[in-house]
């Protein structure tokens, strides 16, 4: 199946969930005719949201880290790697090869069909990461347990997930799971979704800053938001420690409209907005300069609406505050287009 044909079947099965349709063949009609009217991008990976990447993380690609290990490929996500470390990546396909093996007396299973991985018979596994938060007593914050998730590559590819993300691709392939760690269940029908929030802001001496935060809240809630920004490729950043490192392969386009897109090299398009964002002059100005900008994002909600709504700046004090939390998001990213 071709990549578009992937992208119009996932945008069909996500249509069907959010509206109650229950024929697959008329969700896959009503897709077609949003991309012939331009709501979705061809060149969108095969699971991404329709404009945006802030609902569902794309897979890994080839530029991710794949070790050969006696014959086996192993698939992390940067995000796994931005987690882990490369040390503990390597100790995860170690265990991967000796909990492999046919007569391995702890089998590893792969999480999205519960059958054995046997890497004497895989060519490819991947490896991933589930974030799961567990209250303890006594703290006032929950703490955050890393998991190890293998999948077979037929089953499904790697990515940071959320506990409930996980839980919800085993339901949807009717695994057994609680499902008291299932998401709440969505009521989209006939409710206006509320449009993303966008700041732009000029200090002195740095690149332009871009802060980009959805309207909506995530599904799977700060986790889930968490997880798919690091499956995206997109590393924590806390303003309070440390200044915003480039990332080569994120760039944001622009055009004499304004800017039209967030990509990354060999992703694609990571967000569009319906129309092209019109930064002010002086930030255009600052960008064409440097050439650069750092992009942020965070949750909904990290910044009170009513700041938005208001026209004030997004508060240093807010992002801060985030930031502690590992729910900030940021790097500097080339600018291209402007001349």
């Given at each position: ?57 794309p897979y890994a690609d080839e530029h991710e880290y794949r070790p050969r290990v006696t014959g086996t490929a192993y698939f992390t996500a940067w995000g ?39 890497v004497t018979r895989e060519e490819v596994v991947h490896i991933g990461i589930a974030l799961r938060e567990v209250q303890r007593p006594g703290e006032s914050k929950p703490t955050e347990l890393q998991f190890p998730v293998w999948t077979h ?187």
């Amino acid at each position: 199946m071709g990549d578009k044909n992937r992208a119009l079947k996932a945008a069909a099965r996500r249509y069907m969930e959010e509206s109650g349709e229950t024929s697959l063949q008329a969700a896959m009609r009503h897709v077609r005719r949003e991309y012939e009217h331009g709501q979705h991008s061809d060149d969108a990976a095969p699971d991404d949201q329709e404009r945006m990447g802030f609902d569902e993380a794309p897979y890994a690609d080839e530029h991710e880290y794949r070790p050969r290990v006696t014959g086996t490929a192993y698939f992390t996500a940067w995000g796994v790697q931005e987690l882990l470390g490369l040390d503990q990546v390597q100790q995860l396909v170690q265990h991967c090869e000796k909990d492999g093996q046919p007569d391995a007396p702890n089998p590893i299973t792969c999480h999205l069909c519960d059958k054995p991985v046997d890497v004497t018979r895989e060519e490819v596994v991947h490896i991933g990461i589930a974030l799961r938060e567990v209250q303890r007593p006594g703290e006032s914050k929950p703490t955050e347990l890393q998991f190890p998730v293998w999948t077979h590559d037929a089953c499904g590819h790697t990515r940071v997930w959320s506990w409930s993300q996980l839980t919800l691709a085993r339901r949807r392939r009717n695994l057994p799971v609680s499902t008291a760690d299932l998401p709440p269940k969505q009521h989209r029908r006939g409710r206006t979704p509320i449009e993303d929030y966008y700041v732009f802001s000029t200090p002195e001496d740095s690149p332009p800053v871009f802060y980009l935060q959805p309207g909506d809240e995530h599904r799977h809630g700060p986790l889930g938001f968490r997880a798919d920004r690091l499956s995206d490729g997109l590393p924590t950043l806390d303003l309070s420690r440390k200044a915003p490192r480039r990332l080569e392969e994120w760039s944001i386009a622009a055009d004499r409209t304004g800017l039209l897109y967030i990509a990354r090299q060999s992703a694609g398009r990571w967000y569009q907005p319906p129309t092209p964002w019109a930064p002010p002059p002086e930030w255009l100005a600052a960008a064409h300069y440097h050439g650069t900008s750092i992009f942020l994002t965070a949750p909904a909600g990290s910044v009170p609406s009513a700041k938005f709504d208001a026209g004030a700046s997004s508060n240093l004090v807010d992002l801060l505050a985030v930031g502690r939390n590992d729910l900030l998001f940021g790097a500097v990213m080339a600018v291209t287009g402007l001349v």
